[in-house]
């Protein structure tokens, strides 16, 4: 087994960042990314959906590749396609051409996040690996706290474009850092993929864990798609106010993912599975047979995030944990079904019902008991 160096953790939490933040620091931009380009909302989002789309293909192309070319190379090449495409979106006044630039940055932060999930899983035990993964998670739950602050102060000081000057920046960084910092040793394998890909397919535990990964992701993205209509139009608040109650709930998430190590060193990662699938299915639950005002809306939501951090970490752990031998593949396979499924879970409990909590929560209840059982039953089965 690889070893890290001390300073070389630091590097696995840097590299998951690009994804939210090609997200988050973006938004406040688009209405001035509108106008600039003379487009209509649904162009201008476009810019956000062919990143995340991206991302998701992404995650399984930079999984094979990392593992046949190794994780080296795949860092520094992530690296340069988050710059230059960066540079591109500032440079380019054609949209269709600037859509492309996006795409270019978000298969750079997919090859970035595929490499830091393969490197924990290689060099780490599960229950390590489990404390990595949440630290991980909790910098990606920060992020859509800040980012969005972020980008409207640097908005404030110049145009839209100071924000892709930003990236180009913190690309640099990173290209930097990973220079610097990964001290993995790299040895790039030839495998048969179809064997690997046989491994994964009829391994039950990557199958159970990845679909609580979907799960937990599922929850959390419904909730992006409802709370903002349901808190504005529905509840008439301000923008701020929503702000304010988006941003604790993401504080909650990271102080949860950043306080794990503890947790699982007290009670071990299996157990805060089950105690994260057994908050998120009462969240769900409470938001199923309850009449919904803002208190309890954000009383369920938090408590159903404090079970996705309890839950997501671990999750990954155990899905990759049978698979160091080829950890490149596992991730940008895991990383595809979370990225891709996540969506399609959200995208269709809002088809159901529409901004609706009863739909939202009388959906993910079920899922989440049905889960539970399954990791209780694995749980029973390992123990006997």
Not at 49 to 66: A, D, N, Q, R, T
Not at 277 to 285: C, D, K, P, Q, V
Not at 306 to 331: E, K, M, T, V, W
Not at 351 to 374: R, V
Request: charged content about 10%; some cysteine.
């Amino acid at each position: 087994m690889n070893i890290l160096t001390k300073s070389s953790p630091f590097i696995l939490y840097l590299l998951v960042t690009p994804s939210p933040l090609g997200i988050d620091l973006h938004l406040p931009a688009l209405i001035d990314i509108k106008q600039y380009f003379n487009i209509d909302n649904s162009l201008a989002q476009l810019s956000i959906l062919v990143f995340v789309f991206s991302m998701g293909i992404g995650e399984l192309l930079f999984g094979f590749l990392s593992e046949y070319f190794g994780k080296r190379k795949m860092g520094y090449l992530g690296s340069w396609l988050f710059i230059l495409g960066s540079i591109g979106v500032i440079l380019i006044k054609n949209y269709d051409i600037v859509l492309l630039c996006r795409i270019l940055q978000g298969l750079g932060a997919s090859a970035l996040s595929v490499i830091a999930y393969a490197t924990v899983n290689e060099n780490y035990q599960e229950e390590e690996a489990a404390i990595i993964f949440s630290t991980q998670s909790g910098f990606l739950n920060i992020i859509p706290a800040v980012a969005p602050v972020i980008g409207a102060m640097l908005l404030t000081i110049w145009s839209w474009q100071l924000i892709f000057i930003f990236f180009v920046i913190y690309g640099v960084m990173i290209l930097w850092q990973f220079h610097t910092q990964f001290n993995y040793q790299d040895n790039p394998v030839k495998r048969n993929y179809i064997d690997i890909m046989k491994k994964l397919m009829f391994d039950r535990q990557f199958i159970l864990f990845s679909l609580i990964c979907v799960y937990c992701l599922g929850f959390i993205m419904t909730y992006l798609n409802i709370a903002p209509i349901l808190m504005m139009d529905t509840f008439g608040t301000t923008i701020f106010t929503f702000s304010v109650c988006f941003g604790v709930n993401a504080a909650v998430i990271s102080i949860v993912s950043f306080s794990l190590k503890k947790i699982i060193d007290k009670v071990g990662a299996m157990k805060c599975v089950l105690a994260g699938l057994l908050l998120l299915s009462i969240a769900s639950f409470g938001l199923f047979i309850t009449t919904i005002n803002i208190i309890t809306f954000w009383a369920f939501i938090i408590l159903g995030s404090i079970g996705f951090a309890l839950a997501l970490g671990p999750s990954i752990a155990f899905a990759l944990a049978n698979h160091q031998n080829h950890s490149s593949i596992a991730s940008g396979v895991l990383g595809f079904c979370y990225m891709s499924f996540s969506p399609i879970l959200a995208f269709f409990v809002l088809s159901l019902g529409g901004i609706n909590t009863t739909t939202f929560g009388g959906f993910f209840t079920p899922l989440g008991i049905i889960l539970l059982g399954f990791v209780l039953y694995k749980q029973r089965k390992t123990a006997l």
